[in-house]
């Protein structure tokens, strides 16, 4: 496993409710998976990957949970460009 040093930027992750606590109203393939919360933080103690873990966010809360990621990005995007809306708001009005 690998070791990370305490003061590291890290992501944990926490299972908030396993599948039996779910609501049942849930759609079915919803509620056969935990809820479960992503959180990026600093490592207060020296940690390994996989392993329970303490962080304190960047507000002050410390957390615990299963240590995920380090040096945690941003992966999502808004899609590709739609070449219309690009001039949208610089045409002048008739």
Excluded: C
Excluded at 56 to 84: C, D, M, Q, W
């Amino acid at each position: 496993m690998t070791q990370v040093k305490a003061g590291t930027w890290v992501e944990i992750e926490k299972i908030l409710l396993t599948p039996e606590q779910r609501a049942p109203t849930l759609p079915e393939d919803t509620k056969q998976v935990p809820y479960v919360l992503n959180v990026s933080g600093f490592l207060l103690e020296d940690a390994e990957l996989g392993s329970p873990a303490r962080i304190r966010t960047l507000i002050g809360r410390e957390l615990e949970g299963t240590l995920k990621t380090v040096n945690p990005s941003y992966a999502h995007s808004f899609g590709e460009v739609v070449p219309e809306l690009l001039t949208i708001g610089l045409e002048e009005e008739a």
